[in-house]
């Protein structure tokens, strides 16, 4: 090694001056660092400022945090693949079937980049590294689930006492753009439902499913467990429950029986008069048939979630207000997710009443 080399070496070498117990500052930066030592090992950490008071006020934090961890040191052995079916277990234990299938699933794609690792060794280098090499296969919506999954299990360890700090917490959300919502016109849903009951005499079951949902603006999940004892014929109205799996937010709500959803189960209803089933529909999806008649008739791609898209237009071009349509289909904001996602349909169903002005 060069004299120059050495020079510049120790030159970027932080200098740390203590100014009290356990509490040093960076000559370089001015920054204040925690410094202590914990069953051996010697432990550092960034203060986060340069202010002396706000210093001594983070160091008394950060030593209360220290005394929470395990002082056999057993626990800070245990490596990543250990604790996260144990945070799964106790993280999904209140979520419903199909968001802890997704926690499961975003463990499994983090664990080979973090298997074999002990929990409190892990450092923000190694989620960067996540980040770089995982990330970048990833679009956005699915980054921020795994980061999720990965955070959590960070913040389950320092409930444990394993480690202090949670090294994901370097990493920062990515912004999810907009997709262009796609609804079926009234002619479109015609030729998908009549597509659909082409295909085959399975299929008739698919285009029922498809049809509960335009009329009904429930989500999937709702639509294929609705019973036909939530449905009251008499007083003009239907639970929605989502039966075991539940609803999205938790909540049962009651929707009025609208004349041409009425009409659809009347005529379902007499026509399984002889199926002695609870449940409305007997599917769990119509999507490979959506798929097919999409194709056979020349459509746009539509999905489950388009039906519910066709609803709620429907209902704009009806004059239906936002917070009924919210309520209707089981938003809890009062209207501001339909208005920000659907407003431009009233836009150009305004001017196209405009043009009757004449």
């Not at 479109?188 to 082409?198: A, P, Q, R, Y």
């Not at 048939?289 to 194709?295: F, N």
Request: glycine residues 6%; positive net charge; hydrophobic residues 35%.
């Amino acid at each position: 090694m060069s004299d120059s080399t050495a020079a510049t070496e120790e030159k970027n070498t932080p200098e740390y001056v203590r100014v009290a117990e356990c509490l040093y500052r960076n000559t370089s930066s001015g920054r204040y660092y925690a410094l202590v030592k914990r069953n051996g090992r010697q432990i550092r950490k960034s203060l986060k400022t340069q202010d002396r008071k706000l210093a001594e006020r983070c160091l008394k934090e950060f030593l209360a945090s220290i005394g929470r961890i395990d002082p056999s040191g057993e626990s800070r052995q245990i490596r990543f693949e250990e604790l996260g079916p144990q945070w799964l277990q106790v993280h999904n234990a209140s979520l419903k079937p199909s968001s802890a299938d997704r926690n499961e699933r975003c463990y499994k794609q983090l664990l080979p980049y973090f298997k074999g690792s002990r929990i409190s060794d892990i450092r923000r280098t190694d989620c960067q590294s996540w980040e770089v090499k995982r990330g970048k296969k990833l679009n956005s919506s699915t980054f921020n689930k795994e980061m999720e999954v990965l955070r959590g299990i960070f913040d389950y360890a320092i409930e444990r006492g394993i480690t202090l700090e949670n090294p994901a917490s370097i990493l920062k959300r990515r912004k999810i753009q907009s997709k262009a919502i796609l609804i079926p016109t009234h002619d479109e849903f015609e030729k998908l439902v009549s597509g659909i009951s082409k295909l085959d005499e399975r299929a008739k079951e698919a285009a029922h499913l498809v049809q509960l949902l335009a009329f009904s603006g429930m989500r999937l999940g709702e639509a294929i467990n609705i019973t036909w004892d939530e449905v009251d014929f008499d007083k003009d109205r239907f639970t929605v429950s989502g039966g075991e799996v539940g609803t999205k937010n938790h909540e049962t709500r009651i929707v009025p029986l609208f004349p041409r959803l009425k009409e659809f189960l009347l005529k379902l209803k007499s026509a399984n008069a002889e199926e002695e089933r609870p449940r409305i529909i007997g599917i769990e999806s119509a999507k490979k048939a959506l798929i097919s008649a999409c194709k056979g008739q020349n459509l746009p791609h539509f999905t489950h979630h388009c039906l519910r898209h066709y609803f709620v237009s429907n209902a704009i071009e009806k004059g239906i207000d936002f917070k009924t349509i919210a309520a209707w289909v089981g938003h809890k904001d009062g209207g501001l997710l339909v208005a920000k996602t659907y407003g431009h349909l009233r836009d150009s169903h305004s001017f196209e009443m405009a043009k009757l002005m004449t």
